[in-house]
Nanobody, 127 residues
Framework: QVQLVESGGDSVQAGGSLRLSCEAS????????MGWFRQAPGKEREPVAA????????WYTDFVKGRVTISLDNAENTVYLQMDNLKPEDPATYYC????????????????????WGQGTQVTVSS
């Protein structure tokens, strides 16, 4: 059974930093995409960043470039999202995602097909 478990969400002031973690279990972690998405109330889920576990290639959506870093700890099957200079428009539930080719419902972004999702972790930013 695939499990993606996020942690690290919190309430911070604008300009602050957070590091989100996602631990994957029961998942073919090697040579696959892992990513972070976010969803604010009333809005669609949108991509934030992704990384290829096989080679470390990374992708970032434009509104986080320069403020966000996605990274891996392959020994721990964990993906991190370091977020700096958080802005008032960043509050959302942040979801970890894993590639799930072959699953019936996939969300495609960059070269990845995400099909596994965590339960989400809440990020709040106060101005």
């Amino acid at each position: 059974q695939v499990q993606l478990v996020e942690s690290g969400g919190d309430s911070v002031q604008a300009g602050g930093s957070l590091r989100l973690s996602c631990e994957a279990s029961g998942y073919t972690y090697k040579s696959s995409c892992m990513g972070w998405f976010r969803q604010a109330p009333g809005k669609e889920r949108e991509p934030v960043a992704a990384i290829f576990t096989g080679g470390g290639n990374t992708w970032y959506t434009d509104f986080v470039k320069g403020r966000v870093t996605i990274s891996l700890d392959n020994a721990e099957n964990t993906v991190y999202l370091q977020m700096d200079n958080l802005k008032p428009e960043d509050p959302a539930t942040y979801y970890c995602a894993g590639e799930g080719r072959g699953l019936p419902r996939l969300l495609y972004w960059v070269d990845c097909a995400f099909g596994y999702w965590g339960q989400g972790t809440q990020v709040t930013v106060s101005s």
